[in-house]
Structures are given as structure tokens and as C-alpha cells.
């Protein structure tokens, strides 16, 4: 996986902030959506893996 086109946005167009900051539609924080555009793939697994995290101790499921 070299190509950043290889590690699709979980952006579900559902954005609404919660009060850490954390987007209630794809669980990624404000900073790590800012960071997508110029993350790499690495970078990009690994905000999807901290977003997962966040979604498991929310006990709220992900929309898609």
C-alpha cells in the first residue's frame, strides 16, 4: 500500500463535533482530520485504528 488514494476516508458526511472535538460520524478527532490531506498510509492506518478505538468505547456503531 504506497498509494494514499489506497486508504479510503472513513468521512461518513455526517460531521458534528462532540465535546472532545471528536466527530460523532467517523470518530476521528479534529486534528486528525485535518492531518488526512497530507497523512501518509501509514499515518492514515493508524488514524483509522485510533478512530476504531474511539467507535468500540462509544458503544455507538459506525454509520456508513
Known sequence: ?????DV???????CCLDEDD???GCFRTISEIIEWG????EQ??????????????????FIK
Do not use: D, F, G, Y
Open 44 to 61: 492514515r492506518i493508524a488514524i483509522l485504528q485510533m478512530a476504531k478505538q474511539r467507535e468500540i468505547k462509544s458503544n455507538k456503531p
Open 8 to 14: 479510503e476516508s472513513p468521512c461518513v458526511r455526517n
Open 38 to 41: 497530507q497523512a501518509n498510509c
Open 22 to 24: 471528536v466527530c460523532m
Open 1 to 5: 500500500m504506497n498509494n494514499t488514494n
